[in-house]
């Protein structure tokens, strides 16, 4: 058997074998095994066996008798899937055009950042078009959503409130209501009297987001599963919800900023690559219509240290700012910090910055960040971070009004990024009157009439960028 017991994670068991009637379940993935292994067989995660006295269940024969749920095809049924929408547009858009009835959707992020919020106010939307929305609350009390709701100005008689745990409860209140939408908060809170798992574990999961299931398909519902994320950004408990859901989304931001990001990264009735943005405010979550707007400085006098680029949210091209400081440092090993963007790429671009344009920076402490609390890292960003280190090195700003979009390679060399024509327009759209990029697609960018009324600097390498930013002198190196 692969994997190697006792050396990785907490062993979980004084035998190899287990004793009769106990197997052992992967937490992330589910797998069961009859000895404890210190590597899962199914996903590669270790310490993830959990003993658990139960009789395991082969192939899962005994449950998939009539009522099973069926694997929903990825076509579009015959005549179209009912969508219900909420009026909350970028939900609406990363459901795929609203929640669909008998669909599964888990909601998963970090504990505070506004799931709750969202699908309670989405949960009016619903109500308010005729969707009769049940919120199973297992988390909080009934005063506490209902003084949410009051703060919000929610209220609406066909949006109900249970607060319970219990799933037969929850199965029978929703036969009962017969609900458009049900959501269900959190799923680590829902549990099935009479299994041996703790509430949150594994046993637990696995049979409620099965019966959820079935209840979806049963009652033609669309069931909102939230789910607890971990700071590695998993969902809390087995990784198997996620296979056994139609749709995952997540639910994103800066704790410290208002800025939030729903993203898909699986739907059966959708793209994945559409996300919402929002903004958390006192009144609760607002949809953030023009983004590129709240991203980008908007300063009179061009500021050394600062440059556009770019990037691509989901297919959705926002433009951003990427600050920069550099500093003289007294440490042997200067510090490299940025936040919003790859710490790798950074210390990339440094190290090309100082070998191909000739910028001494091994003495300096470089600062690197990106406005509007986004996190990127997409190389696309290349160009306008160098240029932005550059600029705050030589105290000298970029041109105003400029725009920078290419991929730096090791060699020096800028090159084109995906989905150029979306992310030239963006910038001309928000005013750029100059773009940088590489030299290598600006015969194209000429060809399609990307430019607009815009100016297209193409650059070879990032010495040749440096200089026609104005930064660097002709025949002078810093
Ligand atoms: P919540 O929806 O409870 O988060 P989750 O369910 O993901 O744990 O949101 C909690 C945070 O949102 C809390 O820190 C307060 C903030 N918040 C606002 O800023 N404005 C609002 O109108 C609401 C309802 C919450
Ligand atoms: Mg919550």
Same mark, same amino acid.
């Given at each position: 058997?692969?994997?190697?017991?006792?050396?990785?994670?907490?062993?979980?068991?004084?035998?190899?074998?287990?004793?009769?009637?106990?197997?052992?379940?992967?937490? #992330?993935?589910?797998?069961?095994?009859?000895?404890?292994?210190?590597?899962?067989?199914?996903?590669?995660?270790?310490?993830?066996?959990?003993?658990?006295?139960?009789?395991?269940?082969?192939?899962?024969?005994?449950?998939?008798?009539?009522?099973?749920?069926?694997?929903?095809?990825?076509?579009?049924?015959?005549?179209?899937?009912?969508?219900?929408?909420?009026?909350?547009?970028?939900?609406?858009?990363?459901?795929?055009?609203?929640?669909?009835? $008998?669909?599964?959707?888990?909601?998963?992020?970090?504990?505070?950042? $506004?799931?709750?919020?969202?699908?309670? /106010?989405?949960?009016?939307?619903?109500?308010?078009?005729?969707?009769?929305?049940?919120?199973?609350?297992? !988390?909080?009390?009934?005063? /506490?959503?209902?003084?949410?709701?009051?703060?919000?100005?929610?209220?609406?008689?066909?949006?109900?409130?249970?607060?319970?745990?219990?799933?037969?409860?929850?199965?029978?209140?929703?036969?009962?209501?017969?609900?458009?939408?049900?959501?269900?908060? %959190?799923?680590?809170?829902?549990?099935?009297?009479?299994?041996?798992?703790?509430? $949150?574990?594994?046993?637990?999961?696995?049979?409620?987001?099965?019966?959820?299931?079935?209840?979806?398909?049963?009652?033609?519902?669309?069931?909102?599963?939230?789910?607890?994320?971990?700071?590695?950004?998993?969902?809390?408990?087995?990784?198997?919800?996620?296979?056994?859901?139609?749709?995952?989304?997540?639910?994103?931001?800066?704790?410290?900023? $208002?800025?939030?990001?729903?993203?898909?990264?699986?739907?059966?009735?959708? %793209?994945? %690559?559409?996300?919402?943005?929002? !903004?958390?405010?006192?009144?609760?979550?607002?949809?953030?219509?023009?983004?590129?707007?709240?991203?980008?400085?908007?300063?009179?006098?061009?500021?050394?240290?600062?440059?556009?680029?770019?990037?691509?949210?989901?297919?959705?091209?926002?433009?951003?700012?990427? /600050?920069?400081?550099?500093?003289?440092?007294?440490?042997?090993?200067?510090?490299?910090?940025?936040?919003?963007?790859?710490?790798?790429?950074?210390?990339?671009?440094?190290?090309?910055?100082?070998?191909?344009?000739?910028?001494?920076?091994?003495?300096?402490?470089?600062?690197?960040?990106?406005?509007?609390?986004?996190?990127?890292?997409?190389?696309?960003?290349?160009?306008?971070?160098?240029?932005?280190?550059?600029?705050?090195?030589?105290?000298?700003?970029?041109?105003?009004?400029?725009?920078?979009?290419?991929?730096?390679?090791?060699?020096?060399?800028?090159?084109?990024?995906?989905?150029?024509?979306?992310?030239?327009?963006?910038?001309?759209?928000?005013?750029?009157?100059?773009?940088?990029?590489?030299?290598?697609?600006? !015969?194209?960018?000429?060809?399609?009439?990307?430019?607009?009324?815009?100016?297209?600097?193409?650059?070879?390498?990032?010495? #040749?960028?440096?200089?026609?930013?104005?930064?660097?002198?002709?025949?002078?190196?810093?």
């Amino acid at each position: 058997m692969p994997g190697k017991p006792g050396f990785y994670g907490k062993r979980r068991s004084t035998g190899a074998m287990a004793s009769k009637g106990t197997v052992f379940v992967c937490c #992330e993935c589910g797998e069961l095994s009859y000895r404890w292994l210190g590597r899962c067989p199914g996903c590669g995660a270790y310490g993830s066996m959990e003993e658990r006295r139960e009789e395991p269940r082969r192939g899962g024969g005994e449950r998939r008798g009539a009522g099973d749920p069926r694997p929903i095809p990825l076509h579009a049924p015959v005549g179209g899937e009912a969508r219900m929408t909420s009026g909350i547009g970028e939900l609406d858009r990363v459901l795929g055009g609203g929640a669909v009835a $008998g669909s599964l959707v888990l909601v998963g992020g970090e504990p505070g950042i $506004g799931k709750s919020t969202l699908l309670l /106010q989405a949960g009016a939307g619903w109500a308010s078009r005729g969707t009769r929305t049940l919120l199973v609350s297992g !988390e909080e009390s009934a005063a /506490q959503v209902g003084s949410r709701a009051a703060r919000l100005g929610i209220s609406h008689p066909d949006l109900l409130l249970l607060c319970e745990g219990e799933l037969e409860v929850l199965e029978r209140a929703a036969r009962e209501l017969a609900p458009g939408v049900m959501v269900v908060d %959190s799923l680590q809170t829902v549990w099935v009297p009479g299994l041996d798992s703790p509430p $949150g574990g594994v046993g637990q999961m696995r049979e409620s987001v099965f019966r959820l299931q079935r209840l979806a398909k049963e009652l033609e519902a669309a069931v909102f599963l939230v789910g607890h994320v971990t700071k590695d950004g998993v969902v809390a408990g087995p990784r198997l919800v996620e296979h056994m859901v139609d749709c995952v989304l997540y639910f994103e931001g800066d704790r410290s900023d $208002g800025l939030r990001i729903l993203r898909s990264v699986k739907n059966r009735f959708g %793209s994945t %690559s559409e996300v919402g943005i929002f !903004e958390m405010t006192d009144g609760g979550l607002r949809e953030v219509e023009d983004p590129s707007l709240r991203f980008v400085g908007r300063r009179k006098k061009p500021v050394p240290g600062t440059a556009s680029g770019v990037v691509l949210e989901g297919r959705r091209p926002l433009v951003v700012e990427v /600050q920069a400081l550099v500093a003289p440092s007294c440490l042997p090993s200067p510090k490299r910090i940025s936040s919003g963007v790859d710490p790798r790429r950074l210390a990339v671009n440094i190290a090309v910055l100082e070998r191909r344009a000739g910028l001494r920076l091994s003495d300096r402490d470089i600062y690197v960040g990106l406005t509007g609390g986004l996190r990127i890292s997409e190389p696309c960003l290349d160009l306008a971070m160098c240029m932005a280190v550059a600029s705050s090195h030589l105290d000298r700003p970029v041109p105003p009004g400029s725009a920078m979009l290419g991929e730096v390679s090791l060699t020096g060399e800028v090159h084109p990024v995906s989905r150029m024509a979306d992310r030239i327009r963006e910038a001309y759209r928000l005013g750029y009157g100059k773009l940088f990029l590489s030299s290598s697609f600006l !015969e194209k960018a000429d060809e399609a009439g990307l430019a607009g009324g815009m100016e297209l600097v193409g650059v070879g390498d990032i010495e #040749e960028a440096l200089r026609a930013a104005g930064l660097i002198h002709p025949s002078s190196r810093s």
